[in-house]
């Protein structure tokens, strides 16, 4: 495995090797711990006999509380079950920086964050292997800058801003909503997102209904210009409104979200004169919706999406996609059987195809 990145990862992969020795370590202000996953998959594609594959370290690190107002957070993956890709993230294999920010608790309600943290939009895929479906480019986000989140009664609010979307220049790596944000592999480079302002405001109506509405907007670079002339260009622009509302009752949640999509990529010269990105606008439609029910150790859950394109010449109609699924807390980790089907997909530049895949999953974590 190619680390390079100098000593600081090589220390940390050091304290996460104790901590894999040492289960629920502290060291000097930080609690360590990790975990494994995998997955038995059985896919449309394939030959029918299924597989066993993906899997994955996970390292984690954070504060135990002895810094006063600073805190922070870092996960680690590696394997090839990251939720990643070699050809797009930073490290150019299979491990990635899931998250990893450092927190300043500003007063008892307001706390600020720096590094790579969760973009407060909407809200993130809760199934664990059939991922974001056709929220594609809007479920899990992770973005590297900077986070103002706070609350006060009823009403909690976020507004960040984010120079990226993961270390390092030429990234497009996003992690478990990887694959909806260009591409930066060796002569296929793309584009990638970044100075992305993002405000998100939720309130409690009523007890157990939220309303909440995020909009975010920012620039896409040109990395075929980057590659060409070593110079980023940030000609391209991109935009997302969300409005979502969460219903909770006992041991019962819903959630709905429905999101509209916009990014114009006619400005982005060098991509689109080597035809690697549309010339023109893309512009988009989702739907959202995820129920579950919590019984003792057992999780019963559906998640459902549609998408529908308005873009020039797309073709694609509504498309769909489903996926139910059970969990069941065993004690160290949790075992999963879900259910993928999906006439559709988004694409690298945010916008909707038509396909065929369905997909049967079993997954097994335990984290010590």
């Known amino acids: 495995m190619r680390l390079g990145i100098g000593g600081r990862l090589k220390y940390r992969l050091f304290l996460g090797c104790v901590a894999l020795c040492l289960p629920g370590i502290s060291l000097a202000g930080a609690e360590l711990s990790a975990g494994v996953w995998w997955v038995y998959q059985n896919a449309s594609e394939g030959d029918g006999d299924g597989e066993f594959a993906d899997p994955a370290l996970i390292i984690y690190g954070s504060d135990d509380g002895s810094h006063g107002p600073w805190g922070f957070s870092a996960e680690m993956r590696i394997g090839t079950g990251s939720f990643s890709n070699a050809e797009t993230n930073n490290s150019g294999d299979n491990f990635t920086l899931h998250k990893a920010w450092i927190s300043y608790q500003l007063d008892e309600n307001n706390q ?21 479906m056709l929220q594609g480019g809007y479920g899990d986000q ?5 986070k103002l989140s706070g609350s006060a009664s009823n009403f909690s609010y976020d507004v960040a801003y984010y120079t990226q979307d993961d270390w390092g220049k030429t990234s497009t ?22 100075e992305t302002l993002v405000l998100n405001a939720d309130m409690e109506v009523a007890d157990g209904h939220t309303i909440g509405a995020s909009l975010q907007a920012g620039k896409l ?57 549309p010339d023109g606008e893309i512009e988009n439609q989702r739907h959202a919706i995820h129920l579950d029910y919590k019984m003792n150790k057992w999780l019963y859950y559906l998640e459902a999406t549609t998408a529908s394109s308005d873009t020039d010449g797309n073709s694609a109609g509504t498309v769909k996609a489903f996926a139910p699924g059970v969990s069941y807390q065993y004690g160290p980790g949790w075992l999963y059987l879900e259910y993928l089907w999906q006439d559709g997909f988004i694409d690298s530049f945010g916008d909707v195809g038509e396909g065929d895949f369905r997909a049967m999953y079993i997954s097994f974590d335990f984290y010590f």
């Open 112 to 132: 600020v964050k720096v590094g790579k943290s969760q973009v407060p939009f909407g809200w993130k895929t809760s199934n664990f292997w059939p991922g974001d």
């Open 142 to 146: 992770m973005d590297v800058g900077l």
């Open 173 to 194: 790596d996003t992690v478990d909503d990887n694959g909806h944000w260009g591409s930066s592999a060796n002569g296929a480079e793309t584009y990638r997102k970044g």
């Open 221 to 277: 670079e040109d990395l075929a210009a980057f590659t060409a002339n070593g110079k980023a260009r940030d000609d391209g622009d991109h935009q997302a409104a969300d409005l979502h509302y969460y219903y909770t009752q006992g041991n019962f949640n819903f959630k709905y979200r429905y999101i509209d999509v916009q990014r114009d990529f006619s400005d982005l010269a060098t991509c689109v004169a080597a035809t690697l990105c």
